[in-house]
């Protein structure tokens, strides 16, 4: 016999399902094709996926008790634990087929892209043993109230619970539950201390089984052993992280030769970029010329001196004598895992152009040199000028900017040829480059 | 005692304390000081969960929203005091002699117009938005009682629900829809729930909550 009928049970998964693709889809270009970074924002959803399922476990525990269920289980040869759990487990399997759904969904998408790692059992183990627990702790809310009551109720507890963990205890939070910020593209969570995550949260559903089905003596005693594991993961948990194997080493791809395409280093684990990577390099270096280093390979991903350093021993054996230009993450692709077409581009312009970012408002009434100059080069790269192209972009809309000082010099720079724009580009790198280039200097465009 | 396990009657819903008060008051009975209760101290819950910041919405931006904890608490308020609209056993309302209509329109009344005044105070000594925030509340309101008209029982928590996972989860809504939590589309909270309204005045007072 089944007690939630199939529709209800579908209901149920969707509801999951939603919640927690509510969560992983607006984010996919932070993980998609790094496994770490997919594991760790499955874990996260566990925020929504837990309130619905809190819900869930209060609703039917409402309905089991006060349509009558209940009264019956009482009459059952089994023990009241047994038909407890047993209910709960029907409904968990529910909740199980929904949450590992986007699960399997999101592993596959990022198993097509990425180029080192593998999927981990462990990080789903923990999140279905968290996702237990809410269960277990709705259904004990669920015993006495209605269920029009008790599902919010379960539902804005669970939410409210896990975001002041979050917020005001997040080592805590990282070291007894799944849900870690820590674990990502270079380093994970080690099997064992989430099996023992998965381990305890099982034995603190366990212990809500009993205790709310008349077996307290029995319930308080595996809580109190519950106890343990979790003290003793408070003290090891907030330390223990691993490296990922192979993610850090660097690999340098392209060619050397600045005419042909270009040449970028980047972290294994960033290898599946290579190609877009290279592709938009040798755009900017055909649309912009002379205005962007041309023999310089860039060491991409917010590289540490190791990274530099083993950068440079590629490039050493490889008999190549490049400058090494390390790209900030954060301000030219944002920490994600998927290629940030308008930050990087937007990051070659303003790189160039010496832009300097986040340093106070600027008076966009009227143009400076260094103003038509990024709005050309934005231009050439399809970048907007409204201001949003990106966090923090530079406004340079003519509606909205004053260039009638050098509507003369932007058209110059405009029609010149790439040969004389090159040789003004090279003569002014320094002035470009400090941000003293003076309004004579930019009417010399052309001329 | 041939009543079968789980059978309710209309008794066991009044509960020995309204045995001896007039029917309609027992019946619809949500002047029980257990409800305003309940109603008063999850309208308290909501005034400190206004006091927690949560950054999860739209963690990189910084400035003028309101946060999330304070917008996802509404529920549980606005869940109890939906508790107004059940207007009865099936039979009961069903059979009735006289139009439901009137009493219909006051038990909405009561349900809005105590979720704003109740949102109103805590947005005069808290620092929330208060426009955004007493819109929430209303609106959430009203899709609770839309919700509980068209599917009864769930309805409203399944409505509700959905509605605020969607505007709540991280960066599903980019910032210029979401008039959940951004007092700058005031102007648009107001149409959805003016909308809101009169898809109310359409539904619900034909189609009774029972309970």
């Not at chain 1, 160039?352 to 790269?381: K, Q």
């Not at chain 2, 109603?39 to 969960?49: I, R, T």
């Not at chain 2, 008209?149 to 928590?157: E, K």
Request: with cysteine.
């Amino acid at each position: 016999m089944t007690l939630v009928p199939t529709r209800w049970g579908l209901a149920i998964a969707l509801a999951i399902g939603l919640a927690t693709a509510a969560m992983v889809g607006p984010s996919w270009a932070w993980w998609l094709g790094i496994w770490g970074t997919t594991h760790n924002v499955l874990s996260d959803s566990v925020l929504l996926a837990g309130a619905a399922t809190s819900a869930v476990g209060a609703i039917g525990s409402s309905r089991v008790h006060r349509g009558g269920l209940a009264q019956l289980g009482r009459g059952a040869a089994r023990s009241p634990a047994a038909v407890a759990g047993r209910a709960m487990t029907e409904i968990w399997l529910w909740i199980a087929a929904g949450y590992s759904a986007v699960y399997a969904v999101c592993l596959t998408l990022t198993g097509r892209q990425a180029t080192v790692g593998r999927p981990e059992m462990a990080p789903w183990v923990a999140a279905l043993a968290l996702l237990a627990l809410c269960l277990s702790l709705g259904w004990a809310l669920g015993r006495r109230l209605s269920a029009r009551i008790a599902g919010p109720l379960a539902f804005v507890g669970w939410y409210g619970a896990l975001g002041v963990l979050e917020s005001f205890a997040p080592q805590l939070m990282s070291a007894v539950t799944p849900i870690d910020p820590r674990f990502g593209a270079y380093d994970g969570v080690p099997a064992w201390i989430l099996g023992v995550k998965a381990a305890w949260l099982t034995a603190a559903t366990v212990g809500i089984v009993l205790l709310v089905s008349g077996s307290g003596r029995r319930g308080m005693a595996v809580l109190w052993l519950t106890s343990l594991l979790v003290a003793a993961l408070v003290f090891v948990g907030p330390d223990v992280l691993e490296p990922r194997k192979g993610t850090r080493t660097q690999e340098c791809v392209g060619s050397a030769d600045p005419e042909v395409l270009g040449m970028v280093c980047l972290p294994r684990v960033k290898g599946f970029l290579a190609e877009q990577w290279l592709r938009e390099q040798s755009l900017a270096r055909g649309k912009l010329g002379a205005l962007v280093d041309q023999d310089v390979v860039y060491v991409v991903d917010e590289p540490d001196p190791d990274a530099l350093t083993e950068a440079r021993q590629i490039l050493d054996s490889r008999g190549i004598n490049a400058t090494l230009v390390p790209v900030s993450s954060t301000t030219c692709h944002s920490g994600q895992a998927q290629f940030d077409v308008t930050g990087w581009r937007r990051c070659q312009v303003e790189d160039a152009i010496g832009y300097r970012r986040g340093e106070g408002p600027r008076d966009f009434g009227v143009a400076t040199p260094a103003d038509v100059l990024t709005r050309w080069g934005f231009e050439r790269l399809d970048l907007s000028l409204d201001g949003s192209a990106g966090p923090g972009a530079p406004i340079l809309d003519p509606g909205t900017v004053d260039y009638t000082e050098f509507e003369s010099a932007y058209e110059a720079l405009s029609t010149a040829s790439s040969v004389s724009r090159d040789a003004w580009f090279t003569r002014y790198r320094a002035q470009i480059r400090g941000g003293t280039l003076t309004a004579e200097q930019l009417a010399e465009i052309g001329s | 005692m041939s009543r079968l396990v789980g059978e309710r009657t209309v008794r066991d819903r009044l509960g020995a304390r309204d045995e001896g008060r007039s029917s309609w008051l027992a019946v619809h009975g949500f002047l029980r000081p257990s409800w305003w209760c309940a109603l008063v101290g999850a309208w308290v819950l909501v005034g400190f969960s206004t006091a927690v910041r949560l950054p999860f919405q739209y963690p990189s931006e910084d400035g003028n929203f309101i946060d999330t904890i304070a917008v996802v608490s509404l529920l549980v308020p606005v869940a109890i005091s939906a508790g107004v609209l059940a207007e009865g056993p099936r039979d009961l309302v069903r059979g009735a002699a006289r139009s439901l209509a009137p009493g219909r329109f006051l038990r909405l009344g009561v349900h809005l117009s105590v979720t704003a005044l109740a949102a109103s105070g805590i947005a005069m000594i808290s620092p929330v938005p208060a426009g955004v925030f007493i819109g929430d509340a209303v609106l959430l309101a009203a899709l609770f009682a839309l919700g509980d008209s068209l599917r009864g029982g769930l309805g409203g928590f399944a409505l509700t629900g959905t509605v605020l996972v969607v505007v709540t989860a991280p960066r599903l809504v980019p910032a210029e829809f979401n008039v959940f939590y951004f007092p700058e589309h005031a102007a648009a909270l107001a149409w959805l729930i003016l909308a809101t309204f009169v898809l109310i005045a359409g539904v619900f007072l034909r189609r009774p909550v029972l309970g």
